[in-house]
Structures are given as C-alpha cells and as structure tokens.
C-alpha cells in the first residue's frame, strides 16, 4: 500500500473538530450491571452495552463522514495539479485530504518513487504545500469552511 494514511487523518481530523453535541443522557437499567465488573480509572466505555456501543460506532462512523466532507475544499496544486481536498481546521492549520488519483498524480510523489523512495512516507508534496498556504491567504477555504451545513438531524 502506498498513499497516505487517509484513515488516520480522518481520526485526527474527528479528534480536532470535536464538540459535537452528543450530550443527550441515557438512562441507565437498573439491576443490569455486569456482576464484578470493576471499571474506576479506566476511560468510560461500553463495555456492558453492546446495543450503546454499536450505537455509538455507527454515530462515530457517520460523523467521521461528515467530517471528511463538510467544509473541504478543492486545492490544486500548482506544479502538478494534483487535486487534493482541504479543510481548514483553524487560522493556522489545514488538514488536507489526499485520494489515490491525486497521489498517483503529484509528480513530487512519483519522484520519490522513481528514486526508490516511499511515497506512502511523504506527507505531502511541497508544492502543493504552497499551492495550499495560497489557498489560504486568498480565502478560498473560509467560503467553504463557512458555508452553512446542511441539514443537521
Ligand atoms: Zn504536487
């Protein structure tokens, strides 16, 4: 496999959006506690609710997709034009979303892999880094960070 680690992107990029408002309370069965079950220190989880916890992964799932859509932007970069898409994240970050096309693509990524380098290494294509930090500066990624989200169940 090469390419980056969309996957692991995805997880940061759910991790740094955080906040979404999940807070509704559920109430607890009374009498339904696993005999023994000792759970002080540890983080909370489901373990004794696999209808919450397989709940929670679909929640976790459809949420992740809205995160890896909403607000990205198409960012060409410069010198290849591979296409990437772009969130920004804050005034000072952007993540950025590559697919296979755009990594078969950037022309900096097929240099490391004619130089017999691995690509899936490279995190980016410094041109496209550039190409980006334009985006940026010229707003491109502000219409599209605050357009208004669709429909929110
Ligand atoms: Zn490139």
Redo the contacts with the bound molecule.
Sequence with gaps: MDGPDVDGLARSMALLAGGHDDGHAHPQHPGDGAPGARSWGKAPDYHDDPARAAAAQAATAADRQRYLTAGLAPVD?R??H?QVSVKKLGPEYTAVQWNSAAAAR???FAEVRAAGGDSGRERS?P??ADSIKHAVAEGCLEAFSSAPSPGDG
């Design positions: 970069c010198h290849c591979a950037c022309a900096h294509c041109r496209l």
